[in-house]
T-cell receptor
Framework: NAGVTQTPKFRVLKTGQSMTLLCAQD?????MYWYRQDPGMGLRLIHY???????AKGEVPDGYNVSRLKKQNFLLGLESAAPSQTSVYFC????????????FGSGTRLTVV | GDSVTQMEGPVTLSEEAFLTINCTYT??????LFWYVQYPGEGLQLLLK?????DKGSNKGFEATYRKETTSFHLEKGSVQVSDSAVYFC????????????FGTGTSLTVIP
């Protein structure tokens, strides 16, 4: 029962570099989400997907892109990292409906210098 | 729009003290309500939930009652332990086409022996 797996767990980037965060779930969930967590601001939704091949913008999408080519994977890309993107990133997934809540990954701590 | 307002922390309690963390929400209709807990260095875990008015969610000694009339979902525990030290998030979920969740900003709890 792996649940939701995020890689990598830690990363340091220089301003302007690019990277991709990978989220994988093995629960056959339709919905997947990327959040960022910043002190005093809780969790803010970056992008989400309601199924394979679909993506949609959340509350703070600027500077990020996503793809969901396979149902089990949801990738978050930073094309040109900025210090404002220093944060902890969480992926989550959810089956149909809200009854069971989200299942979260353990997070990726990203520092942009 | 939908939102969650959560009691600000940090909260420091002595072991065996009574805990209340306030949470109120703004939403149309009857959203499902959740409490999540985040231990240091980990992702969020579902603590308890309630899906309709007057429901009481409970888990590990924690309780919260869905109060439609006051739009509240306060978290309580009668006797906290050191192991309860964590950040607690209130959330409302299952909204919109993306089945999105909205999280409060989190309340940090530290329990001292």
């Amino acid at each position: 029962n792996a649940g939701v797996t995020q890689t990598p767990k830690f990363r340091v980037l220089k301003t302007g570099q690019s990277m991709t965060l990978l989220c994988a779930q093995d629960m056959n969930h339709e919905y997947m989400y990327w959040y960022r967590q910043d002190p005093g601001m809780g969790l803010r939704l970056i992008h989400y997907s309601v199924g394979e091949g679909t993506t949609a913008k959340g509350e703070v999408p600027d500077g990020y892109n996503v793809s969901r080519l396979k149902k089990q994977n949801f990738l978050l890309g930073l094309e040109s990292a900025a210090p404002s993107q220093t944060s902890v990133y969480f992926c989550a997934s959810n089956g149909q409906g809200s009854y069971y809540g989200y299942t979260f990954g353990s997070g990726t701590r990203l520092t942009v210098v | 729009g939908d939102s969650v307002t959560q009691m600000e922390g940090p909260v420091t309690l002595s072991e065996e003290a009574f805990l209340t963390i306030n949470c109120t929400y703004t939403a149309t209709g009857y959203p499902s309500l959740f409490w999540y807990v985040q231990y240091p260095g980990e992702g969020l875990q579902l603590l308890l939930k309630a899906t309709k008015a007057d429901d009481k969610g409970s888990n590990k000694g924690f309780e919260a009652t869905y109060r439609k009339e006051t739009t509240s979902f306060h978290l309580e525990k009668g006797s906290v332990q050191v192991s309860d030290s964590a950040v607690y998030f209130c959330a409302l979920g299952g909204r919109g086409t993306g089945n999105q969740f909205y999280f409060g900003t989190g309340t940090s709890l530290t329990v001292i022996p």
